[in-house]
């Protein structure tokens, strides 16, 4: 059986990556809704700052990003109940569930 690896570095760097990428949307959205050019920009600076964190994982493409989109609907959905005190329906807590279940398959199924 291989050795089960955990880099904490790359959970790190996912996390990091998520909160950009929620971050900027965020961003974005509350700039389209003022207009703003500025803001808007300091959103999109913050997308391409996600671009550039997330793929300092030097994991094959496809992993990389197959783990990351878990992560982000992790941090996505929790930002949205406990940032923007969004009511969670039970149908995004199954959806996802069954995205993290993707990503363990993912980053863990050779294990297997």
Request: glycine fraction near 14%; aromatic fraction near 12%.
């Amino acid at each position: 059986m291989e050795k089960l690896e955990l880099p904490l570095a790359a959970w790190l760097i996912f996390v990091g990556s998520a909160l950009l990428e929620v971050g900027g949307d965020a961003v974005v959205r509350r700039g389209l809704g003022r207009s703003s050019f500025f803001i808007i920009l300091a959103g999109g600076i913050m997308l391409a700052a996600y671009g550039l964190l997330v793929n300092t994982v030097k994991w094959d493409f496809s992993k990389l990003l197959g783990v990351y989109v878990a992560v982000f609907a992790l941090v996505s959905v929790m930002c949205g109940r406990f940032v923007f005190g969004e009511s969670i329906p039970n149908s995004t807590w199954v959806g996802l569930a069954i995205i993290m279940a993707g990503g363990f398959v993912i980053q863990f199924g050779h294990l297997v």
